[in-house]
């Protein structure tokens, strides 16, 4: 049964039934959610509108550079933090306060600080991308099993070795998993800030579909948000797999 | 020096460190004067809100949002945590779309909070759960899956009914992963209750930014904004701390 | 026995009559507005405050919204049953396609209210200096954006139209030397004129087309305004007797929007000059037709609208 029809399918088929009937008897108000033929139809249009390709990449390349940012500041960040444990322990508390803090809302003083540009998008989008990768570069290090250790004692290691033979690679899973969280935290500020400021990739074109009251083309676009999360989602959980030692 | 000491030290170096390049950001005439104000206009400010009855008015109508919102999600995802883990066809059918969902920016969805919920502060706290649900629902249903199966055969050996499999055995092995996704859950409401009054709303104190942006009232967008930071990044660190004496309590 | 029964039984009646009488005397209606502190927003509360809406029977739930869009969502979703000072070309737009929404008033005649400004050095002046320059609007199909492409065409110039977002944003991009030329409306930025950083260039009311067109309506929802129609007139009327009030009683009102801007009562004196009683006419819209080729235009439609949507579109209690 699951090789023909993957529980997953059969979900979306289900939902996307009972929707489409709720809404062609009236049931649900297309002025809030069209019927997913009317929404369908307002994909095509998006596409058509040139509303797809080009804003997608527009929105990946800015999550990609605010976790290169984040990549690039946080891992070093992270490994100076492991080796000064007063510094460490001194913004630990920090660090985690300000993981989950409402950095998204600040956008009004980024705006008339940086104005209405993509480095407005990125760079807050980097805030957003540096802490979790921080976070888990200092854990990484810090959690390096004693028997790596001990190895690299017995064979007397310089602590230059130590370090790049030993500490980082039993770092990296920690740090991937980092790596992993910022780049969904950061997809997900910039699409929300393309929104709220109606500048950039996808989240502008939902905003611009909304202002004019396309609604299905708005929620066609949400919709490829959506399946582009899981797209995204999927491939992270391959590339993970292949860089974890087995 | 002790340990203790020296990191209080460092916090507090840090702290003025950067309170000085601020000041000397808003010194230097690289930025429009109106955007950086001066150290002392920003303390004026925050003096002044704080003795703003008004403050406090807006303040309790945004916590009201974020605890109803943050509970019903808490309620809500703890039980389809544990439906989907449960289940693994469930999981399977339902699992990716959660996902995908969970990745999506909640505040798209203002328009069907309006909707079921009116433009007063339930559809703020609407919104504050559907954003804070998905973590918790998502940390809850990976736990049942790692849940000791030992518990679960002392549990049927028992011969427990089903509430007691799940007040007995399921809750408590939960409370660390619930306890987490809280954590998790918690700044997402937050953000997801500001960001929805901000779009639509008369009142709560992200209206009150937005207000005073909208009004170039800057200093006084810079204080409420540090008191958002100050009481958003304080939450965290309680349910931070609430987690780590979990943890400890149960490792003994 | 009988008296202890008849007595209840008249108290009983005098609650429920008391009860009923109250409950009609009281009609709540929820109403979203832009912009929160303009003289034309703000009838809504200055009505309130001088207890116009309470003598009608009327109690008013008042939010604000981020703008135009949000404000029809709104009314649209039912979560406001009215909807106050939106863009006539978006209102258009979104009867159009689909939204439960009717126009009931107009809200803001021409553009008065609207002032284009400039760092005070610079070589700009009037509108005729404007081409090759960059001037901001909010956002496409606003009434900053239709202002600024009358004017533009009117004075034959041709400045670089470039989407600055709202006011604070717009105002920083000026003072950064982003943009040359940016938008406002007052009271917003009169203290930054007054301390000469900032010079007036051109007024709105100098697009003569757009002098005798409603750029923004007033709109209700069409599920609600069917089944409230008595609430409905009484709401309007009074609306209606609230724009006579506030300038018959200049010191009153001026006060109160010194109050609503948390600004001194002179500044929000200097407001007035701006809006003359007739931009506020409710009735009838104004050049609807133009307001419907802009939308066409702009792209907000593809297609002018039919003879009976434009008749359809309007529930007004005006028009008798």
């Not at chain 2, 007063?120 to 919104?127: E, F, N, V």
């Not at chain 2, 399921?170 to 997402?188: E, K, S, T």
């Not at chain 3, 070589?123 to 202002?147: C, E, H, L, M, Q």
Request: no cysteine; charged share 15%.
């Amino acid at each position: 049964m699951k090789r023909f029809a993957p529980p997953a399918a059969i979900a979306l088929i289900v939902v996307v039934a009972l929707l489409e009937g709720l809404a062609r008897a009236g049931l649900i108000p297309a002025t809030v959610l069209p019927a997913p033929s009317a929404i369908a139809a307002g994909f095509i249009d998006i596409a058509r509108n040139g509303d797809l390709v080009v804003p997608t990449l527009i929105t990946f390349g800015e999550a990609l550079a605010a976790t290169l940012i984040g990549v690039l500041a946080g891992i070093p960040a992270g490994i100076w933090l492991a080796r000064s444990p007063a510094f460490g322990q001194a913004y630990e508390s920090w660090l985690g306060g300000l993981f989950a803090a409402p950095i998204v809302l600040l956008y009004p003083l980024f705006l008339v600080v940086f104005h209405r540009t993509n480095a407005t998008i990125i760079i807050m989008g980097a805030i957003t991308a540096v802490l979790p990768i921080i976070i888990q570069a200092r854990t990484g290090m810090l959690h390096v099993p004693g028997v790596l250790k001990a190895v690299g004692q017995s064979f007397n290691a310089t602590p230059r070795q130590a370090f790049w033979l030993i500490a980082f690679p039993a770092a990296v899973p920690s740090i991937v998993t980092g790596i992993r969280l910022a780049l969904i935290y950061s997809l997900v500020n910039t699409i929300g800030l393309e929104f709220l400021i109606d500048f950039g990739g996808l989240g502008r074109v939902i905003s611009d579909y909304y202002a004019q009251y396309d609604i299905p083309q708005m929620y066609a676009g949400i919709v490829a948000i959506v399946a582009i999360s899981v797209a995204l989602l999927w491939l992270l959980d391959r590339v993970e797999r292949r860089l974890r030692p087995a | 020096m002790t340990e203790r000491r020296r990191v209080f030290a460092i916090q507090a170096i840090t702290i003025a460190g950067i309170l000085a390049a601020y000041e000397l950001l808003a010194r230097s005439h690289l930025l429009y004067a109106g955007v950086v104000p001066p150290l002392f206009d920003i303390a004026v400010a925050f003096v002044a809100m704080l003795g703003d009855p008004a403050t406090y008015t807006n303040l309790a109508v945004s916590l009201a949002e974020i605890a109803v919102g943050f509970v019903l999600a808490t309620a809500g995802g703890v039980l389809v945590g544990i439906l989907i883990g449960a289940r693994p066809w469930l999981r399977e059918a339902v699992g990716p779309y959660l996902d995908g969902i969970a990745a999506a920016p909640k505040i798209v969805f203002f328009p069907i909070a309006i909707l079921l919920f009116g433009v007063g502060p339930p559809s703020k706290a609407a919104l504050g759960a559907l954003s804070a649900f998905f973590p918790v629902a998502l940390t809850v249903a990976a736990a049942v899956r790692r849940i000791n199966p030992v518990l679960v055969r002392v549990g049927r050996s028992f011969n427990a009914s089903r509430s007691q499999m799940i007040a007995k055995v399921y809750l408590p092995a939960l409370v660390p992963a619930i306890v987490n996704g809280m954590r998790l859950g918690l700044g997402l409401a937050i953000i997801g209750v500001l960001l929805g009054e901000i779009k639509l709303s008369d009142r709560g104190i992200g209206f009150l930014t937005i207000d005073e942006y909208n009004h170039f009232r800057i200093p006084q967008m810079y204080a409420t904004l540090i008191l958002i930071f100050i009481l958003a990044v304080g939450a965290n660190m309680l349910i931070g701390r609430l987690e780590t004496r979990e943890r400890a309590r149960r490792a003994k | 026995m009988i008296r202890k029964t008849l007595v209840t039984l008249a108290l009983t009646a005098a609650v429920v009559a008391a009860t009923g009488v109250a409950a009609r005397a009281a009609d709540t209606i929820n109403v979203s507005a832009g912009q929160k502190g303009a003289w034309d927003e703000m009838v809504l509360q200055q009505g309130v405050d001088a207890g116009i809406f309470k003598k009608a029977g009327i109690e008013l739930n008042i939010s604000y919204t981020a703008g135009g869009p949000d404000t029809i969502q709104a009314v649209a979703t039912g979560g406001a049953d009215m909807g106050f000072g939106i863009g006539t070309t978006a209102v258009i737009a979104a009867f159009a396609k689909g939204a439960p929404i009717r126009i009931a008033s107009g809200s803001f005649t021409g553009t008065s209210d609207l002032y284009f400004y400039t760092k005070s050095d610079s070589p700009i002046n009037s509108v005729k200096d404007f081409s090759g320059k960059s001037i901001g609007f909010s956002r496409p199909g606003s009434s900053t954006y239709v202002a600024e492409h009358v004017l533009a065409d009117e004075q034959k110039v041709t400045p670089n139209f470039v989407s600055t977002g709202e006011m604070a944003a717009t105002l920083t991009q000026v003072m950064s030397g982003q943009i040359d030329i940016g938008w406002a409306v007052v009271p917003v930025n009169l203290d930054l004129i007054a301390k000469k950083q900032i010079k007036i260039v051109a007024h709105g009311s100098e697009a003569k087309a757009l002098a005798s067109q409603a750029v923004r309506v007033n709109i209700v929802n069409s599920k609600w305004v069917e089944s409230h129609r008595d609430a409905n007139a009484r709401f309007w009327h009074a609306y209606s007797e609230t724009i006579d009030w506030m300038y018959k009683n200049m010191n009153l009102s001026i006060a109160n929007l010194a109050r609503y801007n948390a600004i001194g009562v002179d500044d929000a004196k200097a407001v007035i000059p701006f809006y003359p009683k007739s931009a506020l006419q409710l009735y009838p819209i104004a050049g609807f037709d133009k307001s419907i080729n802009d939308a066409v235009t702009f792209k907000f439609i593809a297609a002018p609208l039919s003879a009976d949507q434009q008749k359809a579109i309007f529930d007004t209690v005006f028009a008798k």
